[in-house]
């Protein structure tokens, strides 16, 4: 008989939050392959469930290797269970590739949702929930970081971004650089923890609060998307060309119109020079 892989979401901080049925689930798999095996146990331990199954690792060092074991596992007739350390596996997290395999095999996937990190910052933010897009992680280079950000200039959607507490204060200074000051934004740390926090402002308001607070914890930074009334890229590349037609230098004109649009001063000096190019 041909078993399963279930992706189970943990919780993402409040072991309260955990389901009768994730404990179900997990007290009954034959198998449970967690990223971490020591904060599977603590959480077992947390909600009174006795683990019977084998439990495996899988995180991003060893899932390549492990994802073909697990699925064989499955099509075996076994109850395979992937945990992540909080939320749901695949989401910046190992388990893709278990999936991934599992679905070219034929063996069956299924989902035990459980708290998402991302829709609870989104839900309480403030901002526009009706469209959304997560990003992930920023990279971590700066200029990698700037391209990502250039790139997401005209994102209309609220954007929502994973970040590390050390990293978070450079990551708001590029999305100030990339977007302008002005920005609607909200920062969420520990969220369902004993310190959850969630500090809304503009970019430049919650820049100023990460240098000055340096926030520890769980990170979440949710982004309000480009406004649908503000001048299009295009607008403003045909803008800066008439303006460079009428004597004034390409780089004060991008400059101006940069500073009151708030699109970033590379994105639109970069499409500027293509549009120059082209003529």
């Given at each position: 008989m041909t078993g399963h892989i279930v992706l189970a979401g943990t919780p993402i901080g409040n072991a309260g939050d955990a389901s009768?049925?994730?404990?179900?689930?997990?007290?009954?798999?034959?198998?449970?392959?967690?990223?971490?095996?020591?904060?599977?146990?603590?959480?077992?331990?947390?909600?009174?469930?006795?683990l019977t199954g084998s439990v495996v690792a899988l995180h991003d060092h060893n899932e390549r290797d492990r994802a073909a074991e697990l699925?064989?596992?499955?099509?075996?007739?076994?109850?395979?269970?992937?945990?992540?350390?909080?939320?749901?596996?695949?989401?910046?997290?190992?388990?893709?590739?278990?999936?991934?395999?599992a679905v070219s095999a034929g063996v069956e996937v299924t989902v035990l949702p459980g708290p998402s990190a991302v829709l609870a910052a989104l839900a309480v933010s403030g901002l526009p929930t009706d469209r959304f897009c997560f990003e992930g992680f920023l990279p971590r280079r700066d200029g990698e970081r700037s391209a990502t950000l250039a790139a997401l200039a005209m994102e209309s959607r609220t954007m929502i971004f994973f970040e590390a507490p050390h990293r978070l204060e450079a990551s708001l200074a590029?999305?100030?650089?990339?977007?302008?000051?002005?920005?609607?934004?909200?920062?969420?740390?520990?969220l369902t923890k004993v310190y959850e926090q969630t500090r809304r402002g503009t970019l430049e308001d919650l820049m100023q609060w990460a240098q000055a607070e340096q926030p520890r914890g769980e990170i979440v930074v949710t982004v309000a998307g480009r406004s649908a009334s503000a001048p299009s890229l295009e607008s403003l590349v045909s803008e800066a060309l008439a303006r460079v037609a009428a004597g004034e230098r390409a780089k004060d004109a991008v400059a101006d119109l940069s500073e009151a649009s708030g699109v970033a001063r590379r994105l639109l000096y970069a499409a500027v020079l293509a549009a120059r190019g082209r003529d």
């Open positions: 009768a049925r994730l404990m179900e689930t997990l007290a009954s798999a034959e198998i449970i392959a967690a990223e971490d095996t020591r904060r599977l146990r603590d959480l077992a331990r947390r909600l009174g469930v006795t699925v064989e596992r499955a099509a075996g007739g076994a109850t395979v269970v992937v945990v992540s350390d909080a939320g749901m596996p695949t989401v910046s997290d190992p388990g893709f590739r278990v999936v991934e395999q590029a999305m100030v650089a990339a977007w302008g000051p002005e920005r609607r934004a909200a920062v969420s740390r520990e």
